[in-house]
């Protein structure tokens, strides 16, 4: 059910139901990495390049605010670390209130559909969902297909995964991408959601943007896209070239070509 405040919030994170996030949360899972240090350059440099929200851990909210140049902001609220036991078992890390208190204009929340975690992270976002629709909080469910028995670009574990999303409430779902945009179509169709999706290992540009390409010809509705943004070289270029394909839709070479990156042969 939507609400003035859920529909406020939700236009501060995206543009006429279209997305591009870029979450820098990986601070937790895997320290300050590259991009990550200066978090205030990368924060003004992707927003400038046309991000629509940035996305960060609740105690990295007052770096954000003077960096995001009018961007939204999301708060997510679970974590893990690749030095811990398993870095698949995301723990709870923020309520509601505090993200609320942090200026977020939505949360979110990482689900591994198909692991062993799945029944706890399930209840978690269960529970997110309710306490964040009592103030009108957009949520952005990660859901990835993810476990011993499951492939992470399988569209029917996706498909699962982002239905999933939806039939407890999440209000935007981010996933895998499934490698086409044909395959995708079965993802996208699973859900009424907004379905975004990762950026996952770092390829080239060229690459980064014809998977972009791919989502949005399969229905998606933008990316949540991290490494991919926050690691290149030019942060600013690449934030606008997946802009330009997702507000735009431009075209992998297009998109190179506004945003002033090479094309490459």
């Known amino acids: 059910m939507t609400s003035p405040g859920l529909d406020t919030r939700l236009d501060r994170i995206g543009t006429d139901g279209r997305y591009v996030i870029v979450p820098m949360d990986h601070g937790i899972t895997l320290g300050a990495v590259t991009g990550l240090k200066d978090i205030e350059s990368t924060i003004d440099a992707v927003t400038r390049g046309g991000a629509d ?22 708060v997510h609220v679970n974590a893990s670390t690749v030095i811990g036991p398993d870095a698949n078992d995301k723990r709870m890390t923020a309520t509601v209130e505090e993200a609320i208190r942090a200026g977020a204009d939505a949360v979110s929340l990482h689900i591994n559909v198909g692991s062993k975690y799945e029944p706890k992270q399930l209840e978690d976002l269960s529970q997110l969902t309710a306490d964040a629709g009592r103030f009108g909080i957009p949520v ?4 990835y297909a993810r476990g011993p028995e499951v492939e992470g670009d399988d569209p029917e ?3 699962h995964a982002v239905r999933l999303a939806e ?9 895998g991408y499934s490698g086409d945009a044909d395959s995708f179509e079965h993802v996208t169709e699973s859900t009424r959601l907004p379905v975004v999706i ?44 997946v802009a330009g394909v997702v507000h735009e839709d431009l075209s992998a070479d297009e998109a190179l070509e506004v945003s002033g990156l090479a094309l490459e042969i």
Do not use: C, W
Not at 203 to 229: F, K, N, P, W
């Open 167 to 175: 039939e407890v409430g999440a209000d935007i779902v981010k996933t």
């Open 157 to 159: 574990a996706l498909g």
């Open 198 to 241: 990762a950026g996952g290992s770092r390829g080239t540009d060229r690459e980064t943007l014809e998977m972009v390409r791919g989502a949005m010809d399969g229905g998606g509705a933008g990316v949540s896209m991290g490494r991919s943004i926050f690691q290149h070289e030019e942060p600013e270029a690449i934030a606008r070239a």
């Open 53 to 74: 929200a940035v996305l960060t851990q609740k105690g990295i909210a007052p770096r954000v605010h003077q960096n995001k140049n009018g961007a939204g902001y999301i």
């Open 140 to 143: 952005l469910a990660m859901a």
